[in-house]
């Protein structure tokens, strides 16, 4: 696939922590054109600043070109939908108006943006599952990139089975899903054949530096006393909380260092993890100062609950830590047990502690070279040779014969999906 046009209507803000969809972008972008529209929400900003920054877009494009062949649009205001603090029973009623108003205002900005730069017919590119979108420009391809099970995130609690609904009828629409883990792909297959399993992938040679013995440790985390055991990326719902506690107070001589957004719930369990003396928050660092914060990292956690959303994830912050070398030890994650090689997989808050302890001895060079060579596999190029692979098919069969279509597809489902 080369020379498209591909409009994404991006649910992060380009400048916000990298993730899925802006390495996906960004590597779509060496052989294609990406238009990059930023979501309206950012959850870093209140509502009343939202409105600020996004008034201006209802009146002209805000735009800049970060890469070569990637621009990136200022999205316009979104509708609140109020389920934190509506009544189930009146949401009902509610929600589905919100989606539609909030998917008239995306499409009217989304064909400005279509007339500005001159496309007719682009790869449309979606991460959120509004169908109210779908249908009303014309398109090449419709492909939903599903990397997160958004019902059934706490806070979506009171309307999952709106969101169900919405995402299976979204699911059944578009031309092709992509679906981060092996749940997200069997989920949506049932309503779409052209279901494809697309893991998260590691920006291998940014991570890769942890290795260099020339990189230097940062400031912040140079003074902290060793070992350090680390978990690096968004700190959110995901996070065990109370694992993190009783880790740090049973063993006070390991340092617990979380790196990245703090944006843990709430709860008597984070305050008292942040009161902790051996507990060290170090905040938001951008992509490229990771590899640093993680070559300082004796053992590597990915200290997830196994409940709701979290038990579909595929944590991008595996291969990322592979890439490093780290010695890795999580909680008992389905999408990881292929992985028990490399990862520590532990099935008990005791046992995780012994699997730290364990991780803590093992350096040796053997090691860290199986750990590198399974990030080397899972890069995000190698996830982007796919993207390509598959729209190509997807792209060439929509112009050709269905006998054509249906001799090509078993290769490629034998290549990308879950069996």
């Excluded at 069997?186 to 779409?192: D, I, L, S, T």
């Excluded at 055991?229 to 694992?243: F, H, K, R, S, T």
């Excluded at 990862?343 to 991780?359: G, H, K, M, T």
């Excluded at 692979?389 to 269905?402: N, P, R, T």
Aim: net charge neutral; proline share 7%; glycine share 4%.
């Amino acid at each position: 696939m080369e020379g498209e046009t591909i409009l994404c209507a991006s649910p992060r803000m380009w400048h916000s922590l990298w993730r899925e969809t802006q390495y996906v972008m960004s590597g779509l972008a060496k052989k294609n054109r990406v238009l990059y529209v930023e979501p309206g929400r950012d959850s870093d900003e209140s509502r009343f600043v939202e409105m600020k920054r996004t008034f201006s877009s209802h009146l002209a494009l805000n735009t800049y070109e970060p890469l070569e062949n990637l621009i990136v649009i200022e999205g316009v205001g979104e509708v609140p939908n109020f389920r934190e603090v509506l009544p189930r029973s009146i949401l009902r009623l509610t929600y589905p108006c919100v989606l539609r108003m909030n998917a008239q205002l995306a499409v009217q900005h989304l064909r400005r943006v279509l007339r500005a730069f001159g496309v007719k017919s682009p790869i449309f590119w979606l991460s959120t599952p509004n169908p109210h979108v779908l249908g009303r420009f014309e398109t090449k391809l419709t492909c939903y990139h599903n990397y997160d099970e958004f019902p059934n995130f706490t806070k979506n609690a009171r309307i999952k089975a709106l969101l169900r609904q919405s995402d299976n009828e979204f699911s059944s629409k578009v031309d092709v899903v992509l679906a981060t883990s092996q749940s997200q792909c069997r989920q949506r297959k049932m309503v779409n054949p052209h279901t494809y399993l697309l893991h998260n992938g590691v920006d291998f040679e940014t991570f890769h530096r942890a290795l260099d013995p020339d990189l230097p440790r940062p400031a912040d985390i140079s003074r902290i006393p060793g070992p350090i055991i680390g978990c690096a990326g968004w700190l959110g719902y995901q996070i065990d909380v109370e694992l993190l506690n009783w880790m740090a107070k049973t063993h006070p001589d390991w340092s617990i260092v979380l790196v990245g957004p703090n944006e843990l719930p709430d709860s008597p369990a984070k305050k008292e993890l942040q009161s902790l003396p051996n507990v060290y928050f170090l905040g938001k660092k951008s992509r490229t100062e990771l590899a640093a914060y993680l070559k300082a990292f004796d053992v590597a956690l990915i200290p997830y609950l196994l409940e709701g959303y979290v038990l579909t994830a595929y944590p991008m912050k595996l291969h990322e830590y592979l890439a490093a070398g780290r010695a890795i030890v999580s909680t008992a994650l389905p999408e990881l047990e292929p992985y028990h090689s490399v990862v520590r997989i532990a099935r008990s808050p005791d046992q995780f502690i012994d699997l730290v302890q364990e991780a803590l001895r093992d350096h040796l060079p053997e090691s860290i070279q199986a750990r590198v060579k399974v990030a080397q596999e899972n890069s995000w190029d190698c996830r982007v040779e796919a993207i390509h692979q598959i729209l190509d098919h997807h792209l060439q069969a929509k112009g050709s014969v269905s006998g054509a279509q249906n001799n090509y597809l078993p290769t490629l489902r034998s290549l990308f999906d879950e069996n």
